[in-house]
Nanobody, 121 residues
Framework: QVQLVESGGGLVQPGGSLRLSCAAS????????MGWYRQAPGKQRELVAG???????NYGDSVKGRFTISRDNAKNTVYLQMNSLKPEDTAVYYC???????????????WGQGTQVTVSS
């Protein structure tokens, strides 16, 4: 019923930038919090950044000052602008959203399929 599709990953040199996008589609009544997580090989999935419906944001300590999360509620889309990328930012990036499906009560967490970001020279 609901699908999250990420795009924008790829290979970038250290110090470079990438912009990730995640669009939600389906029988959506409302989207509450949206966020980006990442998981590097051998490590646990960690929060990168989150944004509320009203636009309040929070960031993981390792990305503060370098990454910016934003959302377009009209397009059901969340973005992650990543600047000054470092090799340690290499991971699969997942978007997540708390979504209330049309006709249902309550919101549930949905996840995208993930997009690979590789920072290497």
């Amino acid at each position: 019923q609901v699908q999250l599709v990420e795009s924008g990953g790829g290979l970038v040199q250290p110090g470079g930038s990438l912009r990730l996008s995640c669009a939600a589609s389906g029988s959506i009544f409302s989207i509450y919090g949206m966020g980006w997580y990442r998981q590097a090989p051998g490590k646990q999935r960690e929060l990168v950044a989150g944004v509320t419906h009203g636009g309040s944001t929070n960031y993981g300590d390792s990305v503060k000052g370098r990454f910016t999360i934003s959302r377009d509620n009209a397009k059901n889309t969340v973005y992650l602008q990543m600047n000054s990328l470092k090799p340690e930012d290499t991971a699969v990036y997942y978007c997540s959203a708390a979504i209330q499906v049309a006709g249902n009560f309550g919101a549930y967490d949905y996840w995208g399929q993930g997009t690979q970001v590789t920072v290497s020279s």
